[in-house]
């Protein structure tokens, strides 16, 4: 007894899209609940499987023998027969896989049409050039796509009657053109096959259903599964759905369209779509005739407008989901012949979560989990401001979402140097290459006139979070005339732009832009993620200004600040440098004196921003040689000054060697006075820091003499840090704000290190809080970044109040890979080979590095059991690192601005999937 492979769609099960295919079993869902589909049935993927893997070119035992006993029971329901001359079943052949393939396959229509039955046919309808318009579509269709005919052959003969009838449209045609067509094509296929075409309907449909079953390893959708990802166990081959024909093309009272049940550009709750009345489906795809907005259906078919308004009802009732479907009108009556989840962007998705739960369709978890929190960060970028009304120059691809205006540069040298003069730059090129991407660095946006949406830099924008416009054609590019060409409009280098990497438009000028608005819907949607998350969000935020954006995108505190962004300012960075070079610990407590009220202020007003939520401080990481010049741009100056030297008598007039005289920010480039002895102590000074650097220099910084070890040996450093963030707490105090403050440690290994530290705070808190008479509220704890700190995790929690996992620098000592040389150099091979199946710094490595988690935070917990645990690397923004921490008991992810409504909603998804 061998396996039923073919089910109508009265039995078939509408939830196995696995065996069924997407499309055939929504035709059995639709019709088993009622909504008016053709009979039809499905031959199942199974029986694909079992056909591509035999030898022989048979399909399994029993189906041609099913699909006769499917097939009397649609004789039945229809009252026509398969290959009867008087009133004759016509089908169509369609494929369908689990996971939805848009156009991959091709459609049979009008299957079951020969010689005999056309005839049938013309006398059922009346219709002459009905018939034959059928008949030489049929021809075709199966020529091609069941017999692998190329459509010129086609083409040629239909376009020779074409031109002997004089007739332009294809609905220009007369009866008796379309019976010409037919013949030809029925020769073009006999020629081509050496065999006249197959008259009898149950070999035209055994080649048809071989043909699609075969397609499925075929080049397109072999490509296109590759292209997306799309792994044989997601979709296991392909159904082949056999649906009775009905007809859109039957006269003023008959049309066919698609619609979504709500708008899927704005999530509004109304019906969108498109129809052509007189019309076959294919018709509305080809773009041989302009659809009308389905709006204008209540004008043309009242009644066909009222049944497709409950049509639309009873499928998002059914599958609580915003419906993508396909209808025809034959002579009156409605039919549906697909349907499918609607795809919508962000916005849209966020809208009809909101409204559905409101309106009770779906419950609030459905309305969270339907929704991938990736998604959400396309709707946080600065868009085109809506008030200002502006014509577009040019159009292109959306590429990389967004929008920016700056000055047009023609390559990447000049906009890293535009950039470094703190010029705003749009780099425009034909098309970008990887030697290009010091360009994208110091661009604010890319504009290409050719390439699509996965060229290099659509794909390498993307990565980096900034607009690009690929592909805008009506752009020509001169890089050598540095200019570009639209129409009559000319754009030199330096010209003001505006792209918008959403729409994919480009103005001339700087067109005013908006900070993208956090919409009413996604306040709603985010808050009810708040509620089931266990994890709380908190931001990665170096300044007040960072810190704003955070708590706008519903930050519950600050997890990561920087303080070496602080340092790095131009007003303090001479002060910094100052405290580098210092020669004794009296004069680097000087410079430091000088940089305590700077940070005091700094943290001042992110603890007044952020209270009551808590701010969490970390101490200086990164080596200290990272403040300072390079060697090679030392060395580079010193040169200069010596060839200075030997050029300068007494006085002279120079220009544009001021800076390398100057320690302060001054304007230079301007003619001025030089005395050599200026150039002297100039050359002194370069010198001096040129020793410094070499002294300072590391073979390998990362594992250096950075983080702790820095506090350890240069203790007034973390001192003066320590006393700016207490003294800051101290001021918010007096002002009776509510503020949590936490201090912690980077490069942390060993709990000595840990309380050396401690000491330093104690102190400096027990003087702060004797004068101010009573305790102050603050928490210290530990960076878990080092190998060692996960196996001391008990040591260390005595210690601290908390852990934060900095998992780029534990997955590089976890892996003992260098970020950089890891990228550059060998993920990528190891990525193709399949050594490693995702780059361990992009994809949190739980494993390896997620085990060292686990057992830090075991063991952390066991010495304190209130340890609070939270991440601040890279991974805290990614959905899938999110679930990870949530499994492993993490309290809190730390991320950067625009990832917190992702990871706010990914928080929720790990919570409702546990
Ligand atoms: P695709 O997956 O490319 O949308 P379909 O199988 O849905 O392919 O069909 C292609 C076109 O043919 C669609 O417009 C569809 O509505 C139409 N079509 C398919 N089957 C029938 C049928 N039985 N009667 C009328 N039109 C049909
Ligand atoms: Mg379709
Ligand atoms: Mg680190």
Redesign the pocket.
Known sequence: MSKKMVFSFKEGDGKNKHLLGG?GANLCEMTQIGLNV?PGFVISTEACLAYLDSDTDELPEGVMDEVHEQMKQVEQATGKGFGDAENPLL??V?SGSAMSM??MMD?I?NLGLNARTLKGEIKQTGDERFGYDSYRRFIQLFGKVALGIADELFDEEFNKVKESAHVTEDVGLSADNLRDISERFLAVVEKATGRPFPEDPYEQLEIAVKAVFRSWMGKRAVDYRREFNITPDMANGTAVNV????FGNRGDDSA?GVAFTRNPATGENKLYGEYLVNA???D??AGIRTPKPIDRLADEMPQMAKEIEELRQKLEAHYHEVQDF?F?IERGVLYC??TRNGKMNAAAMVRTSVEMEKEGLISRDQALLRIAPDDLEQMLYPRIDPNVRVTPLAQGLPASPGAASGHVVFDADRAEAEAKKGRTVILMREETKPEDIHGFFASKGILTSRGGKTSHAAVVARGMGKPCVAGAEGISVDVQLREAFVGDTVIREGDLVTIDGTSGKVYLGAVPTVEADFSAELNILLGWADEVARLSVMANADTALDADRALKYGAKGIGLCRTERMFNTTDRLPVVIEMIMAETTEHRKHSLNKLLPMQRQDFQELFETMAPYPVTIRLLDPPIHEFLPSEQQLKDDLAYLQQLRDSVRGLEVLSGTMSLLQTENEEFFMPQMVESRQVEEAIIKKETMLKKVKALYETNPMLGHRGVRLGITFPEIYEMQIRAILEAAVECDKKGLEIHPKIKVPQVCTAQELLYVKEIVDRVSAELEEGLGHKLEFQFGTMIEVVRACMRADSLAKQANFFSFGTNDLTQATFSFSREDAENKFLPLYNERGILQNNPFDVLDEKGVGKLMELAVKWGRERRPDLLVGICGEHGGHPRSIHFCHRIGLDYVSCSAPRIPVARLAAAHAALME
């Open positions: 499309k053709p089908v169509s369609r848009p156009g459609t229509l649906c009775t024909m009905v066919t076959q489906g294919e509305v795809v396909e025809t012949l697909q």
